[in-house]
């Protein structure tokens, strides 16, 4: 395990433990943020902890064309259930998101400290909220780093209040950056969710050619 000093460099990423460890220390400077995503690195902590920075092999990912939409799913967008919009909340979905109850979670991983280094993000233009609205209620949303001049999306986080409003938005989201030449999105580690919706595991390798 590496201990990160006061500049932004990070050792390569085939220095990872084998559970994706990387390095320890150093801060959520948005210098350190940009240099971490485009390195195929996001950092995963828990409120008390150092920061620690993760670079798993194997990666999950999803490619915009292999989206799968459930019947249930194609019957909501039919009848246009929610409404979607992109970068209009993204502090209500960073806060939402760190709020959220989640199976076998105790507390959150999204600190006080992290929203306000993404907030910084994303008035940089490298953090993107998505919201899913009914009416004029935010039921549900995601938010990630668009490293837009290598056509790769990294997800973050995401929640809903209602049911199936943040797989509303995703999906959504995902036809949108596919009209944007978005060649990659970034889910980091396998969820049965995340596979259900056509995403799948690649080699670490494989991963950093599309950010190189």
């Known amino acids: 395990m590496y201990i990160l000093t006061k500049t932004t460099q990070f050792p390569e990423v085939s220095e990872s433990h084998e559970d994706g460890l990387l390095a320890i220390g150093g801060d959520l400077s948005s210098e350190r943020l940009i240099k971490a995503y485009n390195s195929g690195i996001f950092p995963w902590y828990n409120e008390g902890e150092p920061i620690i920075w993760y670079?798993?092999?194997?990666?999950?990912?999803?490619?915009?064309?292999?989206?799968k939409i459930s019947k249930s799913m194609k019957q909501l967008i039919r009848k246009q259930a929610f409404t979607v919009t992109i970068n209009k909340a993204f502090d209500e979905v960073i806060k939402a998101c760190a709020q959220i109850d989640r199976v076998d979670q105790d507390g959150t991983w999204i600190t006080n400290e992290m929203q306000d280094a993404y907030n910084n993000l994303h008035q940089l233009g490298y953090a993107t909220s998505v919201e899913v609205w009914k009416e004029e209620e935010l039921v549900g949303g995601l938010y990630g780093i668009w490293l837009k001049e290598k056509g790769v999306?990294?997800?973050e986080s995401m929640f809903t209040k209602v049911s199936n409003a943040s797989k509303y938005g995703f999906i959504a989201f995902v036809q949108y950056l596919q009209s944007q030449h978005v060649q990659l999105i970034d889910c980091q580690i396998y969820t049965d969710h995340l596979a259900s919706m056509g995403a799948r595991e690649i080699s670490r390798n494989e991963f950093m050619k599309f950010l190189s």
Do not use: Q
């Open 55 to 67: 670079a798993p092999d194997p990666r999950m990912v999803l490619f915009p064309e292999e989206l």
């Open 153 to 155: 999306f990294c997800g």
